[in-house]
């Protein structure tokens, strides 16, 4: 790798691993777990980065291949908890720290390929074909999910209704 390289790959990795950090969490990785499987993304990252590079989203190679790492280190540990610690509400703007409590707590009760198409779709901005993509699925399938998925959460989510006495 020339010094060129070198500066594009350092301009990239501050930003990228943050944003794939916080995508991990959102889609279920423990706090914990995330920076580890970020970091292992990115050792992957580092001698294909003149490839990746020329990628339309070499955002979408780190998430495909940090979302395996950690579907494989997950199924040699036991059963972890989804949500290990709940990010600070300033991460989201607008968001109170009781309606980002609610909303991580009614992702986690998802069923995990229904997390994944509405972190991806809401959160991480993808349109389904590229979800589909990423995710190696039928994009009939990603719609099918984003629809389960926005309903149970609309139901999880509702506010409670008071009767006026």
């Known amino acids: ?49 003149d490839t990746i590079r020329t990628y339309e989203s070499p955002d979408g190679w780190l998430r495909t291949v ?21 990010p600070e509400p300033a991460q989201v703007p607008g968001i109170s720290r009781e ?5 991580l707590a009614a992702l986690e009760e998802l069923p995990e390929g229904h997390r994944e198409v509405v972190v991806l779709h809401y959160l991480v901005d993808l349109p389904v074909a ?21 309903s149970a959460l609309a139901a999880t989510l509702a506010p409670l209704e008071v009767d006026d006495v």
């Open 1 to 49: 790798m020339g010094l060129e390289q070198d500066a594009a790959l350092g301009d990239y990795y501050p930003l990228a691993y943050r944003r794939l950090i916080g995508t991990l969490q959102v889609m279920g990785v423990p706090a914990a777990d995330a920076g580890e499987v970020a970091q292992e993304a990115f050792v992957r990252l580092i001698p294909r980065w």
């Open 66 to 86: 940090a979302w395996r790492v950690w579907l494989n280190r997950r199924r040699k540990h036991a059963r972890v908890s989804l949500v290990d610690e709940v």
């Open 99 to 103: 309606d980002r409590t609610s909303l």
């Open 130 to 150: 590229r979800i589909a993509d990423e995710l190696g699925v039928a994009p009939g399938t990603v719609k099918s999910r984003l629809s389960r998925a926005r």
